[in-house]
């Protein structure tokens, strides 16, 4: 789980300086990443369908 960290990290420098899109990619990335885990984890681990 250390990658959607990463890439919202990213994304929050790139909006700092001003690359508004850069960021916005990268923080759209980050939000699948998240549906992605959360959806397997939810699966697998809590037993939950989705």
């Given amino acids: 789980m250390f990658l959607p ?3 919202a990290f990213i994304g929050l420098v790139f909006v700092w300086f ?3 899109l850069a ?3 990268l ?6 990443i998240l549906m992605i885990w ?3 984890h939810a699966t697998s681990h809590l037993n939950i369908s989705l």
């Fill in 18 to 20: 001003e690359k508004r």
């Fill in 5 to 7: 960290f990463l890439t």
């Fill in 38 to 40: 959360f959806r397997f």
């Fill in 23 to 25: 960021g916005l990619t």
């Fill in 27 to 32: 923080l759209a990335i980050t939000v699948a």
